[in-house]
């Protein structure tokens, strides 16, 4: 396979990966107290179409739970396997979590909307993960499951 068919673009490849969805962890999740903000409703409905919601809260130390789920401040802390991290960072920011990606070794990175780097897709897909780049997580997996 070719590392390029690790960058996912198309609908069927998209499709393909959330067929597979069970457990996701959120890098960069936020808490109920900013319900507004697509870092967490986001997960949100993505918990209550029936995924499992991993929490990976960077802003709020405090924090123990978000959406009743115990959270974890870095992958590695993440028992068990993960079918996708998704990202809500700076473009600026990804590249300072391409170490920990990689040795967590997700099935898959999704990029939520506004979030691109190439570099770092690539490095990803070159390692055999799958990427999807600039695309809201939420409105993919609400189109799948009506499709």
């Excluded at 123990?64 to 396997?81: C, F, M, Q, W």
Aim: glycine content about 6%; proline content about 7%; aromatic content about 6%.
């Amino acid at each position: 396979m070719n590392w390029q068919d690790h960058l996912l673009t198309t609908p069927a490849q998209i499709g393909g990966l959330l067929a597979r969805l069970r457990r996701v962890a959120v890098l960069g999740m936020r808490s109920e107290r900013y319900a507004d903000r697509p870092a967490h409703y986001v997960p949100l409905a993505l918990k209550e179409m029936g995924l499992e919601i991993v929490p990976v809260d960077l802003h709020e130390p405090e924090l123990k739970t978000i959406l009743g789920e115990p959270v974890y401040r870095r992958l590695a802390d993440i028992p068990g396997p993960l079918d996708l991290v998704d990202v809500f960072r700076r473009p600026a920011d990804v590249p300072g979590h391409l170490d920990e990606i990689l040795a967590k070794r997700p099935a898959a990175v999704w990029l939520q909307t506004g979030i691109r780097h190439d570099a770092v897709a690539e490095q990803l897909a070159r390692e055999g993960i799958d990427v999807v780049q600039d695309r809201c997580l939420m409105v993919e997996y609400r189109r799948y499951r009506s499709g």
